[in-house]
Every structure is written in structure tokens, then in C-alpha cells.
């Protein structure tokens, strides 16, 4: 069964902001609120690894003071923020879900806490991580499993799965999570929120424990699109609109990249219907040369960050990802090269895919959220393999370096179905002027 909403759910940063103008609530109580649903929500899904209650209603008072004296700063000044514990905030424990880390606390913050800080943001905890991001299930940390608040029997994805089981359970407004092959896309599909990353590079990755430096993105997580471009809009600087035109979707046969569960596939599909979308197929040698450039460049750069750890305490590690990385060490150096000669060719190349089409348009992830360290479910008679099914449609568009975005689309068996966005670096607006015209099936 599904957890009981929690203050900020369906509640609107802008919303929230507005009243904090005009003076119905007051940084200090929202505060309040998400501190309190930190202590019950949160601590039945497992979303927090640190709740960092004084510094939040310091923070919380500091907006007050800066509001009342007409020194706001945007639409973030005096919200609630949760940060993935994948990222620096000075001061607080940072633990990448792993006990290799067990009481490290850094002292500077990373750079987009810094602009969270800028843009008056009160940062209320760290967020539950799959151990060193490395997993897409959000299953495999030192501080257990982070939940669905859908059914906290189910997984909620990962690795920002603290983040998005927060955001979707109504504890927080707004989180921050990282992006390596869908660490933000996959959980927002699962736990029926939306999530963004963006453009390779747009926000910087100073200050976040590294898991592939070629993949990495941090982005961001709200209950819709809007509110993911108004963090977005305070966190990095978005390009200037183009034309106010309605954007040309092309839908992307999901099929053809992995064979999931087909009522997903249905369910997003209508969810675009009224958009008029074409037909976007896909090459097929060009999809199967960037999944495999995604493993191995994945795999060669996991392994460097951790080579030292895996020779001193392997034991440390969660046993599945111990093993994951074992395997990935067997990928040779060569390889790791010519993967990274063939992806800088890949992205200049993908640009053929919006030949037709400003947005692409396909499912998030193909499978609804499987339970908690299930690692194979059955789809229409047949088996499938989970880690697999929960990278293969938004792991691509790391590669190729472009803005993604997944809102909810509906639901399968009572549990959530994302919808994918896709456009160029630039065709931002595209990509959300297309995803306030969609309307999620009931």
C-alpha cells in the first residue's frame, strides 16, 4: 500500500514561493514540516542517511530575516532541499552509501550546493544513495534499501532513490541526485515524479564522489516538469527560448531498444498521443555501438576511482557491487580509449536522430518498480533481467551528452509509468513547453 502524503505533495515550488511572499507561511515552519516528515515518511522509506535539523532552521530563520527585510533571492529562497549523499555539503556526513566512507564529513560544499545556498534554498538532509551510485535498483547501501512510496515493498530505483522516494512521498518539495546512465530519470519514473538532467557539463560535478566522469551529471527532482525548470533555472543557466512554436515529437518504439513490458510502452504512448507524434526509429548499429560505449567507458572509469579500495578492503563493499566491479575490472584499458574515441564521434553524430523531430518521446524505464533485491521478474511469461531493463532507455542519452527528462505518465498494476523527453543541448524549452501539454492517464 502506498504511504500517507506528506506536507509538500502537490504543492508547487512557485506556489510555495508565492506564499512565502505574501506571508501565509514562513520559512521556519515549511522547514518544520519537512523535518517532520524526515522523522516519519522519510525513516519508513529509508530516503535520509542524515537529517541535519539545526542547520536547516538556521537556515530557515536566515530567510525569514532576509524576506521580511525584501532581500529575496528567487523562487528557491526559504524551501526545503534534499541533497543525494553522493554530494558535499560542508559539514555533514557524505557516506556514498558505503561503509568505506563511515564518518567522512567534508567541509567544503559542492558547486551546486553552493548555488542551492545562493538561491536561499534551506537544505534539510542527505539523501539515501545506492552504494557509490554504482546501481540502478537504489537497493545496495550501508544504510539499507531506499523505498517506494508507491509500496514500500518495491524498489525505488536508483541511485538517487533516497532523493526521489523523498520528493515522491511529499517530505520535500525539491531534491538534488546525480545522473550516470539514469540514476535521476529512473527512480522519478518509479516513485511517479519528475526528474531532469541535463546537458553533459551544463552543472558542474564539482564537489560529487565521481563514478564515471564521462557519464556523470547532477540533476534534479520535483513532483512535475515545471518545477524541475524552475530548480533547474536557479541552478544553471538555461538557453534562451527559441521560437515559440509547438515542438515536432518523434515517439521512439521502446521494442527496439529493450524488450519490456508492453503495457508500459501502451500506457506512455497515449500519454503523447494528443501531441501528434511521428514515427522516430532509431538506427539500429548506432544504438548498439552507444550501449556498448557506454559499458565500457562506465566500466574502466568505476574501476579507476575505486581500484585502491578494491585492493585494500574489498570486504567494505556490498557483495553485488563488489562483484559488479570485479567484472567491470576485467574490461581492458584499450578498450576503455577506443570507447572514448568512438563517443566522441557518437555525439557529434547524434545529431541525425532530430533530423525530423525536436523531442523524442519514450519510456522511461520499460518495467514498473520490481520488489526490493529482486533481480529477474516475469513479463508476459518470460523472465527479465532487472539492472538491465532499468538502464536500457535512459543510459543513451549519457552518452550522447543530451538534456532528459521523465514525467509521470500513468500507471501499470497501480504502480507509476514514466514518460522520456529528449531534445538537443539548446532545445530546452522544447523539452518542457512538450512537457506541460502532456496529461498523464488516471
Avoid at 526559504?78 to 567522512?104: N, Q, Y
Avoid at 533516497?162 to 535521476?184: E, F, R
Avoid at 575490472?329 to 545529431?351: F, I, N
Wanted: glycine share 12%; hydrophobic share 45%.
Amino acid at each position: 500500500m502506498p504511504i500517507s502524503p506528506g506536507p509538500f505533495t502537490g504543492r508547487t515550488l512557485t506556489g510555495l514561493a508565492k506564499d512565502l511572499r505574501d506571508g501565509r507561511v514562513t520559512a521556519v515552519e515549511l522547514t518544520e514540516q519537512a523535518l517532520h516528515a524526515a522523522g516519519t515518511l522519510g525513516r519508513e522509506l529509508n530516503a535520509f542517511v542524515t537529517v541535519d535539523a539545526a542547520g536547516a532552521l538556521k537556515a530557515a530563520r536566515r530567510a525569514d530575516e532576509e524576506l521580511a527585510a525584501g532581500a529575496g533571492r528567487g523562487p528557491l529562497h526559504g524551501l526545503p532541499v534534499a541533497v543525494k549523499d553522493l554530494i558535499e555539503v560542508a559539514g555533514l556526513p557524505a557516506t556514498m552509501g558505503s561503509r568505506h566512507f563511515a564518518g567522512h564529513v567534508p567541509d567544503t560544499d559542492a558547486a551546486c550546493v553552493t548555488r542551492l545556498r545562493e538561491a536561499g534554498a534551506v537544505i534539510v538532509g542527505k539523501t539515501t544513495t545506492h552504494e557509490f551510485a554504482y546501481g540502478p535498483t537504489g537497493d545496495r547501501s550501508a544504510n539499507g534499501p531506499s523505498r517506494n512510496p508507491r509500496d514500500p515493498a518495491r524498489m525505488s530505483g536508483g541511485s538517487s532513490g533516497g532523493s526521489a522516494a523523498a520528493v515522491g512521498a511529499g517530505v520535500v518539495p525539491l531534491a538534488i541526485g546525480t545522473d550516470t546512465g539514469g540514476s535521476v530519470r529512473i527512480p522519478a519514473a518509479l516513485c511517479g515524479i519528475a526528474g531532469f538532467k541535463p546537458a553533459y557539463g551544463v552543472l558542474s560535478a564539482d564537489g560529487v564522489f565521481p563514478l564515471s566522469r564521462s557519464y556523470d551529471h547532477v540533476g534534479v527532482l520535483a513532483g512535475s516538469a515545471e518545477d524541475c525548470l524552475v530548480a533547474y533555472r536557479c541552478l544553471g543557466d538555461l538557453p534562451p527560448a527559441g521560437r515559440d512554436v509547438p515542438a515536432r515529437v518523434g515517439w521512439v518504439d521502446p521494442a527496439g531498444l529493450f524488450d519490456g513490458d508492453p503495457r508500459v510502452s501502451r500506457v506512455v504512448r497515449a500519454a503523447v498521443e494528443a501531441l501528434g507524434p511521428g514515427e522516430a526509429g532509431l538506427p539500429v548499429g548506432f544504438m548498439e555501438e552507444v550501449r556498448e560505449t557506454y559499458v565500457v567507458v562506465q566500466s574502466c572509469e568505476t574501476v579507476a576511482v575505486h581500484a585502491e579500495r578494491l585492493e585494500r578492503a574489498p570486504e567494505l563493499f556490498d557483495p553485488e557491487v563488489l562483484e559488479r566491479l570485479r567484472v567491470a575490472a576485467e574490461v581492458p584499458g584499450w578498450r576503455h580509449v577506443r570507447a572514448m574515441e568512438s563517443r566522441e564521434r557518437l555525439m557529434g553524430e547524434g545529431e541525425m536522430l532530430f533530423g525530423r523531430f525536436d523531442v523524442l518521446a519514450l519510456p522511461a524505464v520499460p518495467i514498473v518498480a520490481p520488489p526490493i533485491d529482486r533481480r529477474e521478474v516475469e513479463v508476459d511469461g518470460r523472465a527479465v533481467a532487472v539492472r538491465p531493463a532499468l538502464l536500457a532507455l535512459t543510459s543513451p542519452w549519457n552518452v550522447l551528452g543530451l538534456p532528459a527528462l521523465t514525467v509521470p505518465a500513468g500507471t501499470v498494476d497501480g504502480l507509476p509509468v514514466g514518460l522520456q523527453l529528449v531534445c538537443r543541448p539548446g532545445d530546452e524549452h522544447h523539452l518542457f513547453a512538450t512537457a506541460a501539454r502532456i496529461a498523464p492517464a488516471a
